[in-house]
């Protein structure tokens, strides 16, 4: 029965195929095929008016008509008027049904959270569709009733369905609601189309930009009220489940307000309305549960909705002031003329610390000019009561900057997320007048005690006292002294009046103010709404427009001009000109939109704003950033001297020794350089020398430095355009590569099949009449795709090549040094004995030092030659500092964290290939890891575009990884050896999210 009424409505609307059923509350849609494309075909409710279908066709006209270019319905048969037929179904009942060309994409909800782009994309489309419906006449249909924001008083008699704190929740959005209905009461009103949830809105999906919005559907519900309703219930499902809901909903809100203009009033209902819009959501799947109490999807539909409104972190005060701010308004409607009045007075406020300030000197403890905290994630207390003397400032009497990004506030309080690289707030939002403990603290206007206590918290205010003051126009401010003595709160009353230039408390010492030394944090803000009771000093850089909206400057209050205590931030922009101007365009820059690292810590990197990264892309601070003891080390022997390999010093035998006592006993002449690529220089050398032959074996796609020579044999450099190619004293082998590669996992002798081939590159040596002098490969290559060779290849090519009489080289670059965990170098793991080993990166932990190691009959051969000499390799310094990277490594367990950490990443990796596809393979040992990203699992074609994607996103979800392979599609991860679990956790998660974004993209 079912099939012949379908089948009716197939041959009235030419419809070719099966129609496929798809959601729909009352009414039923289908989708099929026609010969214009594909359509939906839409079977409206039995008994359904026909002026309601009418309706909904004539506002998509309408609306077309207004703007061509929105994305709504089109209608079938576009030149008929009336669109619809009668059919009857299976059971019996008249149906309309109508037909609409389908969209391409899918529903928002299912893209998942959406970019800040996006929304502010939406909130334009949204406002778009506004215009375009003000003058359309609807007449509601009564089933919409209960999704009309201005009625939705309707679910307060059903509250008590609820359980306690929901009920509670509940109760109070709708008491909200209730109090802003006089102003929801004066909006114009106009006709709506008041449902644009998640699943009304289509998307496309698209890798690296935001997803285009390829329709707007179901005016099945329009209405008619004021424009906040409208976006209420837009942002209510377009925020869900997003990680930062406010910054999405400002983003959305200001994408409308930059096509249709909001006044503060309209903008201040949003919030509440927003929250209302899902109340009413929640209350009717609830009360509809009730009529299915066996169907889980009625609840698990709502959780995001209840995840909304139970989140804590969303401070529902700040919204009105945040969403204002997005808009370009002010943050109240006082706050501008607050602003003007004090700017107006400047140079006659009383003296805060009773003398003028002007002369002061001041003192920068930003990120990009202070080292103080030494560790950004502790300061220590003797850091916190030395501040003047970490950055050198001598006086007693100077000035700390207003809006300066600093990393001194490492309490767990600033961060904003569960982890290290999570956001944190760093921006200051007062001016600090460093003084001596005991100055007298003045009022620089007349005020009354708004707060007066005593926190004693580690690094909190200490004494602290609140100001209230009024302007001649009756608009209130309120100004903050933070750090003062222990007694002061105790001798003020809130409400007590203070008189301009009235000493009303004094500076605190560090024993009584938090711990720091001696000064005054001054801070004003314009509004209380998102102060809180604890008044937030300090901004998360994300948030900086908003704050500095709320807690401006407050250089007039102390009769300074405002750039005298105002911090420049670093310009990036300016940064970015330069370096294309300094610099030839092959220096290139990681990442779509460059980052600019100011400091470092152990595997994380600050920029400019103080924002932390995790570090899982650099292996050459290899016992992490800044490590104190290289940094002492280094201070220690430049304090000495600095001087080269010419003249006897300890350094370099000490080196040496430690070096040697790493690699196997025949490996012991040492010979140091300034680089990776120096010391391939040497090694070929050195083959060359020894061998008599001066051919090489290498495998493809290979990486062994920047010079000539070392370009020579390196394929990744060689075959890219404009290099000339391969030299004919080169020959390559294939990468063992054995996901990718010719001979693969299943073959159980590919790592023979692999080495033969350096038979064939040998016989090419004798052909060419030439003699090799060695083979030289990266133990594991790197750039050729973070590849493990199988077990016993590189035994087997060794073999070959010294039966020929060649020197095996390892470059141990990127291996060495205990990255691997259980293998000091990447040789060990193939269980080979190389005749040179190269060293480089992470050698001197970001110092330049390259090393070369090899047996004494190698290097006698080579020492017939002219004197060796490298200017700056094996320099005491250099020296110093490898030793101590070597010494940091096994005295800090290291090794053992690379191989602890290489597991924990390695099994969440596997997990994450179970559920994504485009992962097709997961490999690495220690930290030196690769994830290959495919197509498709079958053909293995290589996913570039997404690990493109996927390194860029990591970067804006503050973690750097790199990309290698030939094709570019393996996402490398190689930290410094001192990552953690939380941030192996943090690269979990993140990258599960970039995944899903992919697999979006390419539904
Ligand atoms: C395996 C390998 N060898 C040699 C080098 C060259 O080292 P450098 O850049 O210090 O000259 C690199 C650099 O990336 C490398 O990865």
Not at 559 to 582: F, G, H, S, W
Not at 931 to 950: C, I, K, N, Q, S
Request: glycine share 10%; hydrophobic share 45%.
């Amino acid at each position: 029965m079912a099939d012949i009424w379908l089948r009716e409505v197939a041959e009235q609307f030419g419809v070719r195929g099966p129609l496929r059923r798809l959601g729909g509350e009352y009414d039923l849609n289908f989708r099929g095929e026609t010969a214009e494309g594909d359509v939906i075909v839409k079977a409206m409710r039995p008994r359904g008016e026909a002026a309601l279908v009418e309706q909904q066709c004539a506002a998509i006209r309408h609306a077309l008509a207004a703007d061509p270019a929105l994305p709504l319905p089109c209608l079938l048969p576009a030149e008929e008027v009336r669109v619809w037929r009668e059919v009857t179904d299976e059971a019996g009942h008249r149906r309309m049904v109508w037909v609409q060309r389908a969209f391409t994409g899918i529903p928002m909800g299912e893209a998942g959270p959406q970019s800040p782009a996006f929304l502010s994309e939406l909130g334009a489309l949204t406002a778009r569709l506004d215009l375009a419906l003000r003058d359309f006449t609807v007449t509601p249909s009564p089933d919409a009733a209960k999704w009309d924001l201005t009625r939705a008083g309707w679910i307060k008699p059903h509250l008590d369905l609820l359980d306690g704190s929901r009920r509670g929740l509940v109760a109070g959005i709708i008491a909200a609601y209730e109090a802003l209905a006089p102003s929801l009461a004066r909006l114009p009103r106009q006709t709506l189309h008041n449902d644009l949830n998640d699943f009304n809105i289509l998307v496309e999906p698209r890798l690296g930009e935001p997803a285009r919005i390829s329709g707007l559907i179901d005016f099945g519900d329009m209405t008619i009220g004021p424009r906040v309703c409208e976006i209420a219930i837009t942002a209510a499902y377009a925020i869900l489940d997003h990680e930062t809901p406010e910054a999405a909903l400002a983003a959305f809100v200001a994408g409308y307000h930059a096509v249709s203009p909001l006044s503060a009033e309209e903008i201040d209902l949003i919030w509440p309305l927003t929250r209302m819009r899902l109340a009413v959501s929640v209350v009717n799947s609830t009360i509809e549960a009730r009529g299915r109490p066996d169907d889980p999807y009625v609840t698990i539909s709502q959780a995001p909705a209840w995840r909304l409104l139970e989140n804590a972190a969303i401070d529902g005060e700040l919204m009105g002031p945040r969403l204002r701010n997005a808009c370009g308004l002010p943050v109240t409607d006082a706050a501008g003329r607050i602003a003007a009045w004090i700017a107006g007075q400047r140079g006659r406020f009383a003296p805060v610390l009773g003398r003028p300030l002007d002369d002061l000197p001041a003192g920068s403890l930003a990120v990009a000019e202070a080292t103080i905290p030494q560790n950004p994630f502790h300061l220590r207390a003797d850091e916190a009561r030395h501040l003047g003397a970490g950055i050198g400032v001598t006086a007693e009497w100077w000035l700390g900057h207003y809006g300066e990004p600093r990393l001194v506030y490492t309490d767990k309080a600033f961060r904003k997320g569960p982890w290290l690289a999570s956001n944190r707030r760093t921006i200051h939002m007062a001016v600090d007048i460093f003084a001596p403990a005991g100055e007298p603290v003045r009022a620089p206007l007349a005020g009354r005690v708004a707060l007066a206590e005593n926190r004693t918290g580690h690094l909190d205010y200490g004494g602290v006292v609140i100001l209230e003051h009024r302007t001649p126009d009756g608009d209130v401010f309120h100004t903050l002294y933070g750090h003062l003595a222990a007694k002061v709160p105790a001798g003020l009353t809130p409400g007590q009046e203070i008189a301009a230039g009235e000493a009303f408390a004094e500076l605190g010492p560090a024993g009584e103010n938090g711990g720091w030394e001696p000064h005054l944090h001054f801070q004003l803000a314009l509004t209380l709404n998102g102060m809180g009771h604890d008044w937030p000093g300090v901004a998360d850089p994300d948030d900086w427009a908003l704050w500095q909206a709320i807690c401006p400057n407050p250089a007039a209050l102390l009769n300074l001009p405002d750039a005298r205590v105002a911090y420049r931030p670093v310009d990036e922009e300016a940064l970015l000109a330069e370096r294309k101007v300094r610099f030839g365009a092959n220096l290139k820059l990681s990442y779509k939109r460059p980052v600019t690292f100011l400091r470092g810590w152990r595997h994380h990197l600050f920029d400019t704003m103080g924002r932390p990264y995790l570090d899982a892309y650099n292996n050459v601070p290899h016992v992490g950033h800044a490590h104190p003891r290289i940094r002492k080390v280094a201070m220690d022997q430049l304090a000495r001297m600095n001087s080269n390999t010419r003249y006897l010093h300890p350094a370099p035998m000490a080196l040496a020794e430690r070096l040697t006592a790493k690699l196997p006993k025949e490996l012991e002449i040492c010979f140091f350089v300034n680089s990776g690529s120096e010391a391939n220089e040497l090694a070929l050398r050195l083959a060359r020398a020894a061998s008599g032959g001066y051919d090489i074996v290498t495998p493809d796609h290979g990486y062994h430095g920047n010079t000539t020579g070392a370009i020579d044999i390196s394929a990744y450099k060689f075959n890219k355009p404009n290099m000339g190619g391969r030299k004919p004293w080169v020959q390559l082998v294939d990468v063992a590569d054995d996901y990718r590669g010719r001979f693969r996992r299943d073959d159980p002798d590919r790592a023979q099949h692999y080495a033969q081939q350096v038979d064939g590159a040998l016989a090419a040596i004798v052909e060419r009449g030439g003699k090799v002098a060695g083979f030289i490969a990266e133990t594991f290559p790197s750039v050729g795709g973070q590849i493990i060779p199988p077990p016993g290849y590189l035994a087997a090519v060794y073999e070959r090549i010294r039966a020929a009489g060649g020197i095996c080289i390892a470059d141990e670059v990127q291996t060495g040094l205990g990255r691997l965990g259980d293998y000091y170098f990447g040789f060990e793991q193939q269980q080979v004995r190389p005749d040179i080993v190269v060293l480089g990166k992470p050698l001197g932990n970001g110092h330049p030092i390259g090393a070369v190691i090899t047996t004494r009959a190698i290097a006698e051969r080579f020492a017939e030659g002219p004197e060796y000499f490298s200017t700056f390799g094996g320099s005491n310094l250099s020296c110093r500092i490898a030793s101590e990277v070597l010494d940091i490594v096994e005295e800090e367990g290291l090794s053992a964290n690379a191989r602890a950490m290489g597991e924990h990443l390695l099994s969440g990796l596997r997990a994450l290939a179970q559920h994504h596809s485009i992962i097709g393979d997961v490999r690495g040992i220690g930290l030196f890891l690769g994830l290959e990203l495919v197509e498709d699992r079958d053909t293995r074609v290589p996913a570039t575009e997404a690990a493109a994607h996927v390194m860029n996103r990591l970067r804006e979800m503050r973690i750097l990884v790199g990309r290698e392979g030939p094709a570019d599609n393996i996402l490398k991860i190689r930290p410094p050896l001192t990552i953690a679990a939380d941030d192996v956790g943090m690269i979990l998660d993140r990258l599960r999210i970039c995944l899903r974004e992919v697999e979006a993209a390419r539904r």
